[in-house]
């Protein structure tokens, strides 16, 4: 098993940046990993997924550019950088993990065994 536990969340203004931080348990280095948000109102959308050692990525279009995901498996540390926020990025912000071939990345939430908590981030106009 994998416990997740998200951190970094908080309040900035736009065009601000932050970065959130995944810290896991168990046997971080074989899984894949992704972040997840989920606005008020909102369906939990895929943002960005890493592959198992970080080959590839995936980032949803609204993101691509400003946000970039990584990860530490010296560390279990997944990461989030995000740059230039915009009040749109207002939302949860869920990590969690999946068993994966090696090289695969995934948005479907349905393939996520693990999840973490949450962490708020509000972006102000």
């Known amino acids: 098993q994998v416990q997740l536990v998200e951190s970094g969340g908080g309040l900035v203004q736009t065009g601000g940046s932050l970065r959130l931080s995944c810290a896991a348990s168990?046997?971080?280095?074989?899984?894949?990993l992704g972040w997840f948000r989920q606005a008020p109102g909102k369906e939990r959308e895929c943002v960005a997924a890493?592959?198992?050692?970080?080959?590839?990525?995936y980032y949803a279009d609204y993101v691509r550019g400003r946000f970039t995901i990584s990860r530490d498996n010296s560390k279990n540390t997944l990461y989030l950088q995000m740059n230039s926020l915009e009040p749109e990025d207002t939302a949860i912000y869920y990590c969690?993990?999946?068993?994966?071939?090696?090289?695969?990345?995934?948005?479907?939430?349905?393939?996520?065994?693990?999840w973490g908590q949450g962490t708020q981030v509000t972006v102000s106009s």
């Open positions: 969690a993990a999946r068993f994966a071939l090696p090289g695969e990345v995934s948005t479907t939430q349905d393939q996520y065994a693990y």
């Open positions: 890493i592959s198992e050692v970080g080959g590839r990525t």
């Open positions: 168990g046997r971080f280095a074989m899984y894949g």
